[in-house]
């Protein structure tokens, strides 16, 4: 361990001695190194003065250039020298600055730097005081550190700051000598330098471009709220997670273990301001260095998705607003009749009796042999519930209350005894399931038991409103008493919505579950409820599952996957929702999408025609609608619309093996699933700017029409081969743009040379599909190269992976030669599958000759494109084989 002092520099500039600090005080600093000290409201000199702040005007204008700002030397000094804790460092700090920006500054600090493996680190702020921590489960690390990919140094002057450095490169990618430092009560705020422009993720808001832009300091604030899109308005979860791609290419991310209100700030330096409520700091740095090492690092500490039931994959349909059960059976029909490739039926809260959860309405009353029977033609049926129970009903009536107050498993108001009224679906007053408690836990099981096993057959369930939402402020009867600094503290984040009321639309923030104050566990609510939903819907549906939820924390996908919430049928929304899709795939969410045709206001045609084609490459393809709007399943459109939602979902399908590997690989390794260009391409300049068009693995290039009236699309290929996933022929564009023909029935999809993809002879539902033949897409690199893997399994039994009930092909291709390999051949069923066809992509000139084996195969053709269509092979899948192509 004594080899990691060399990882340690103490920097100290003698230079500046505390005279030159003090003359430092009044200086103007230039705009882009200033940190706002008045981000509350009033901001004159007298009142910037009053807190110990320098005033000066900006020198450039419109820029949202803080007026009123933190001098050099406003911070924390460090006491004695760091000390070596072993596997870090410890330090102590004393604040040397005597004015307050809100008050309650902690006069001394405790900073550690843990080294938890050579390519995580950890930071770690504290008071020596009983503080709120998020209790997250962090896994460790798979190696503990030996040589880091990081050094770190404390420098001293003006006042106390930390700078990370990646070793490698000497690249500075943490430096929070940017200034602004406080640690108060209700008010911490570190300020850091980044290494480069590229920066990814924080959620969960709307954003406009997926790469953040730093001009005029755009504001991100962070608490769970129930909001559709709107500006950079705060959403339904809390990701205090970045991701940077520095100006070489080596990637790392970091994640801020915080569930207070907080604010992200980009600053131009560039760089971020950070501010929270509350908590402390506690930071995890993931080296990389590639962005897949990144992501791998990243899910293996805060958890990765398990992979869904096979069927999860298939395309989905919900709509709240059926209202009974003939219009959500004809909407069924319709799907049937029309032959759209078809998975999972969903009925939302107008399935219940006045709203209430684990109850059917008399509109709804065949619905359980409705199920039954739709489970008989290979189908699912999936529905919801919210953590809001009426408190209200008849007394003997209502057994989810009944059970509820026995158990004593409200959330409360702040005298810790009476329940915490709120108002959301049902007709009255509702309680809030407290779910940090094991009896909450153990009383939503029974219900979800009963339910499913008395009521209603569902495979899946959904979680929403677990904000928690609430269509009052605070409480129903009595408000928030606005007369403590829990529910009014001193700083809001300027960018929340609510008029800076933290308790608007939810929870006063001192009402108490059994962790602790709102005001902490606010955000960590929908993370609560995933676990013990997830636990009780597998108990009571006796196979694997999934669930969605709506509100998300750090780690969410450990247990549950989200989707991108309630946004709106247009055509900018379409376009975010890619954003959404990719940013939760670096959150380590990987099974997302949005609500496909959008989901509040009425989609038109041609944007649901467009919508329903970029919506069959979302790793969760779902459409759903909002009461009051017209019907948006694709059947209820015209037949062009049918026809071309079939052709997208058929390509879909046809990949789904190919998907599902992705998502194994996610759970084994913490890999992307859906993922930027620059995940495959971070050296690409203009790849790092790109977010209309997106990958799947390293393998597959979808290129959507995000624009309405539009027949043609600008797509962006990187210096690689590509080539067309229809008709085989190679793009001939390299590190360039180039315009494709996109007609409204077509969404372009390309495959990426050097890649070996698994698909599958597609069916109208995976039931139907699971057992017809593979095929390989074989597309060669400029080496005439290409590797590959898949994964297959029963698709539905309990932890496949972990009981090693799988298999795994591995391929390779290299001089004319195919190497499949049975790499892992644990699942039974493998021996009645097929390896059938290879279309081989690349091989220039074409082969004249085909063995498997060593025995001539005579079927195969040479199509237009150059691809080389190989049929009739009739391999057995889990039979290793060698094709030689000449
Ligand atoms: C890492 O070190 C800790 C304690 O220093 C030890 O408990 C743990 O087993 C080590 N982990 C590995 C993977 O070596
Ligand atoms: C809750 O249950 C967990 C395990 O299920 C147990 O470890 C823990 O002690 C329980 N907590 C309380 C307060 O009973
Ligand atoms: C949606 O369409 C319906 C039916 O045409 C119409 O009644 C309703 O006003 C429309 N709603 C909006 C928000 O445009
Ligand atoms: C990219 O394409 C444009 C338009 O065809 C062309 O003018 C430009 O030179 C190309 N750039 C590169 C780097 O090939
Ligand atoms: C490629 O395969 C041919 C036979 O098909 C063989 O003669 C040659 O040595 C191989 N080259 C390499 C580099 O493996
Ligand atoms: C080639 O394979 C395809 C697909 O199995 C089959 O339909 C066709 O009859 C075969 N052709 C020949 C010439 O064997
Ligand atoms: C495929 O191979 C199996 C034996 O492995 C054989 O029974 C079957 O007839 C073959 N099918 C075709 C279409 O050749
Ligand atoms: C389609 C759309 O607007 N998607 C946005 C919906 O909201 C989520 C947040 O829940 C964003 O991430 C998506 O970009």
Redesign the pocket.
């Known amino acids: 361990m004594v080899q990691k002092m060399k990882s340690f520099v103490f920097v100290q500039l003698l230079l500046l001695g505390s005279f030159a600090v003090a003359t430092l005080a009044q200086q103007c600093l230039p705009d882009n190194e200033r940190i706002d000290c008045h981000p509350d409201s009033g901001n004159t000199e007298a009142e910037c003065l009053q807190r110990g702040c320098t005033y000066c005007p900006a020198s450039i204008p419109d820029q949202n250039t803080p007026t009123c700002f933190f001098p050099r030397n406003w911070g924390y000094k460090m006491v004695g020298e760091p000390v070596n804790t072993g596997?870090g460092f410890r330090v102590a700090l004393e604040r040397i600055t005597t004015s307050t920006v809100f008050g309650g500054d902690s006069n001394e600090l405790n900073v550690e730097v843990d080294f938890q493996s050579d390519y995580r680190l950890r930071l770690k702020i504290t008071d020596n005081q009983p503080r709120w921590e998020v209790p997250l489960k962090i896994d460790?690390p798979?190696?503990?550190a030996t040589n880091p990919l990081y050094d770190v140094i404390f420098v001293n002057e003006p006042v106390f700051s930390l700078k990370v450095v990646r070793k490698a490169t000497g690249t500075v990618i943490f430096d929070s000598s940017l200034g602004g430092f406080n640690f108060a009560d209700q008010f911490i705020q570190i300020g850091f330098k980044l290494p480069s422009r590229n920066v990814y993720g924080i959620g969960e808001n709307e954003q406009h471009t997926f790469r953040h832009s730093f001009e005029k300091r755009p504001l991100f604030g962070l608490w769970a709220r129930d909001q559709a899109p709107s500006g950079n308005a705060n959403m339904y979860g809390v990701q205090p997670h970045y991701t940077v791609v520095e100006n070489d290419g080596n990637t790392h991310s970091v994640a801020i273990v915080n569930s207070n209100a907080q604010e992200f700030e980009m600053h131009p330096s560039p760089g971020i301001v950070y501010k929270t409520l509350g908590g402390v700091i506690d930071m995890y740095f993931f080296l990389g260095p590639t962005p897949e090492n990144t992501a791998q690092q990243y899910s293996e500490a805060v958890g990765r998705y398990p992979l869904p039931p096979y069927w999860a994959l298939g395309f989905q349909l919900c709509r709240f607003g059926y209202n009974n059960l003939e219009t959500m059976k004809a909407t069924v029909d319709r799907m049937i009749a029309s032959e759209i490739p078809f998975d999972v039926q969903y009925g939302d809260i107008d399935i219940m009796d006045g709203n209430l959860d684990f109850t059917l309405g008399p509109s709804f009353a065949g619905l359980n042999d409705y199920v039954k029977e739709l489970k008989t033609q290979g189908l699912k049926f999936m529905t919801i519930l919210d953590p809001c129970v009426s408190a209200v009903e008849t007394p003997g009536t209502y057994r989810p209350y009944e059970l509820g107050n026995e158990m004593d498993v409200w959330v409360k108001r702040a005298d810790g005894v009476t329940p915490a009224q709120g108002k959301v679906w049902p007709a009255g007053a509702c309680y809030f399931a407290d779910f940090s408690k094991n009896s909450t836990r153990e009383w939503w099981k029974i219900l979800i038991k009963e339910f499913h096993d008395n009521m209603l057959e569902f495979d899946a369930l959904w979680i929403d409103m677990n904000e928690p939402a609430n269509f009052v402020d605070g409480d129903m009867e009595e408000g928030c008493d606005e007369g403590n600094s829990l529910n009014t503290p001193p700083y809001v984040p300027r960018s929340l919505r609510g008029d800076g009321k933290l308790y608007d639309n939810t929870l006063c923030p001192d009402h108490v579950d059994s962790l602790g104050k709102h005001y902490d566990t606010h955000n960590i609510y929908g993370l609560m409820e995933a676990e013990p939903t997830i636990v009780a819907t597998q108990e009571a549906v006796g196979k694997r599952t999934f669930s969605l939820s709506r509100s998300s924390f750090l780690g969410l996908g450990r247990y549950i996957t989200h989707w991108l919430g309630d946004n709106f049928s247009n055509w900018p929304n379409m376009h975010h929702s890619i954003i959404g899709m990719l940013q939760f795939n670096l959150f380590a969410i990987p099974f997302v999408g949005p609500d496909i045709c959008g989901h509040l206001s009425n989609a038109t045609a041609q944007l649901c025609q467009r919508w329903q084609e970029l919506g069959a490459f979302y790793p969760f393809s779902r459409n759903h609608n909002a009461d009051g709007y017209i019907e948006q399943d694709p059947a209820a459109f015209n037949g062009e619309i049918i026809e071309s939602t079939k052709k997208a979902l058929t390509v879909r399908y046809t990949l789904l093996p190919y998907l599902y590997s992705l998502l194994a690989r996610h759970e084994r390794w913490g890999d992307t699933v859906a993922r930027p260009l620059w995940s495959n391409f971070p050296t690409d300049s203009i790849a790092l700017g790109i977010d209309r068009q997106f990958m799947w693995g390293s393998g597959i290039l979808i290129t959507p029409v995000l624009e309405e009236d539009q027949t043609t699309v600008q797509a962006y290929f990187p210096d690689s081969r590509f080539y067309d996933y229809y008709t085989g022929a190679e793009v001939n564009v390299r590190g360039n743009y180039t315009t494709l023909d996109a007609p409204l029935d077509f969404i372009n999809v390309h495959i990426h040379g050097g890649s070996i993809i698994v698909t599958q002879v597609p069916a109208i539902n995976t039931d139907a599909q699971r057992n017809n033949p593979f095929g390989l897409i074989l597309a060669l690199n400029d080496n005439g190269e290409a590797s590959g893997s898949y994964f297959y399994d029963d698709g539905i039994s309990f932890d496949t992976v972990a009981n090693h009930n799988y298999f795994i092909a591995q391929m390779s291709a290299s001089n004319k030669t195919l190497n499949y390999v049975s790499w892992m051949n644990q699942y039974p069923g493998m021996g009645q599958m097929i390896v059938d066809t290879i279309r081989l992509l690349g091989a220039s000139p074409a082969p004249t000759s085909i063995t498997v084996n060593g025995a001539p195969h005579s079927n195969f053709t040479v199509l237009p494109s150059g691809e080389v269509l190989i049929s009739g092979l009739n391999l057995t899948a889990n039979v290793d084989f060698i094709m030689q192509y000449n």
């Open positions: 596997h460790p798979a190696t503990n």
